[in-house]
């Protein structure tokens, strides 16, 4: 015997299926519309394919599984429902009494004319046809308003799909204009780079330039102190040249004066004279050797070698030290304010040269701050532009994913609108097949009744024809009756009638069998009677036959 696999028993507990056979099943799946293909189970590698990421395939393995299981639902109770149908319509089955039968043998049934009857039969069928008019204007209603919401569905899905195009193009032209504005930005960034570096080459070169200028200034500067130095060096070698002249001619008239005061000392002025020509040719050299050296020690030793000479002639001659020393002040002084004066010179030079080395250094600190300002600025710009290049790439590709999913959920409802469209088309004929088969069991119907009422009424004329011809042999064998007073003319009538009929073999039924057994019950009470009792009995007998 063959097992039935109904919608509860069809899923196998390792996964697998088996296909469904049950007809109430089936019957309910064409009832709702639904492929019994549609509630078996599927594997989830099944749903991916190409240009899908595994979310995509979850989600629509997860949606065909929800929407699987409430198919199953639906045609589980679809199923109890034709279940409930068919126990009723076993249970509407069995006998029932008739009116007739429960109003007991002894009660006579209510006749109804054949008009009646067929008033009452097209009354059935107007009200049947005009129930299926309404039930086929409504089921029309409802497909329209179905198709109505479905082009307004898809009205709607093809603006939103229409939308999501113009976002795209507005999203490309918005990527357009910013490849170009970033493309013309790095143009204008790299002319002012250009611009920088040639200004930095420019003012790099005017300070060569002007480094050059200053060179050159100080190095005429330089120049023009040496030759000062030089005059100066040369002025104080001719004074003391000069002092030296003045001082041996001063010393010679003080020894010609003095010889003889000092002959006793002659060997010892003389000693000391050459000591003194020998220091004075000492310092002389080392005035010649000691050019470039400080000022202030070639005035120290002259200084010394004055004082060591003033201080030996000193020792002789009072007069002559104290011009000697008015000298030395005088020399001192002058050599002092000299030097000062060199040396103020020197500071304020070494001053100007540091002031200018650290206006240069300052200048070329700021430069270089400048230039790593630049560098710094540049770099935080490319920076911020890779960084806004990532996020703009990263936003994209959010938005490149959203825009998929989108895409991906509107085809997933496409779909399911497909599919709702498809069951309720396949709804929709087996419907349509249902009231088709409905009206041809209608039609059969309605033929049937028309045929038996075209019988009836064939029936009906052949009665009334026949109650017709009927009368009119009563009213002949009535009239025949009376001119022969042979009553006996009424009852041969009857029972010719009663041998045709018994001829003809047609069942009649009680109604067509009154008639006639009381037709057969007056003929024998006429022939007993005789003819003195005939004339009271033949009005109820003529009645009755009529």
Known sequence: MEVLITVDNFEQANGTYREINSPRTLEACLRTGLDPSELYPRSKRLFKEKGMTPEMVTIKYDTFEHKRREKINTVRKERTQVMSFSEKKSRSKSPTTTHTDAAGAGAAPKQLTPEEIRLA??????????????????????????LNRIIERERTLAETQAKIARAEEEERKKK???????????????????????????????????????????????????KQQLIKEREIAKHAREMDEERKRKVEEARQKTEALLKAQE????????????????????????KERKRLELEEQREKSTKRIMEAIHKRIEEHERVEQEYDARQTQAAQRAKEKHKEELDALKKQAT??????????QRL????????????????????????????????????SMMK???????????ENVERVARMNEFR???????????????????????????????????????K????????????????????????????????????????????????????????????????HHDAPKLHQTI
């Not at 009680?510 to 009677?529: E, I, L, S, V, Y």
């Open 121 to 146: 039969e097209e009354r059935k069928a107007a009200a049947l046809i005009e129930i299926e008019e309404k039930r086929m204007e409504a089921l029309r209603r409802r497909q329209q308003d179905e």
């Open 472 to 535: 009119h042999e009563i009213a002949d064998t009535m009239e025949r009756m009376r001119m022969s007073n042979d009553f006996t003319l009424l009852d041969k009538l009857f029972a010719q009638r009663n041998k045709k009929e018994k001829r003809v073999g047609t069942a009649k039924n009680d109604d067509d069998d009154g008639p006639a057994t009381a037709a057969g019950g007056g003929g024998a009470a006429a022939g007993g009677g005789g003819g003195g009792g005939g004339g």
């Open 368 to 403: 270089v701050d400048a230039y790593q300002h630049r560098m710094d600025h540049r770099q935080e710009i490319i920076d911020k532009r890779n960084e806004r290049d990532q996020v703009y790439g990263r936003i994209k590709a959010e938005r490149d994913q959203e825009i």
């Open 432 to 470: 349509r097949l249902q009231i088709l088969q409905k009206i041809y069991t209608e039609d059969n119907k309605y033929e049937d009744i028309k045929q038996q009422r075209q019988a009836m009424l064939a029936r009906h004329n052949d009665e009334a024809k026949n109650a017709l011809a009927r």
């Open 176 to 226: 357009k204009l910013h490849d170009k504005k970033v493309a013309e930005e790095k143009a204008e960034e790299e002319k002012r780079r250009q611009a920088r570096e040639e200004e930095l080459k420019r003012i790099e070169r005017e300070e060569a330039a002007r480094r050059r200028a200053l060179g050159r200034r100080e190095a005429e500067v330089a120049e023009k102190l040496k």
């Open 355 to 364: 002031q200018r080395t650290e206006r240069n250094r300052l200048r070329f």
């Open 267 to 290: 060997d010892v002025a003389e000693q000391n004279r050459l000591k003194m020509l020998e220091r004075e040719r000492r310092i002389v050299q080392q005035l010649e050797e000691k």
């Open 408 to 418: 991906f959920m509107t085809e997933l409802k496409l779909q399911d609108k497909l």
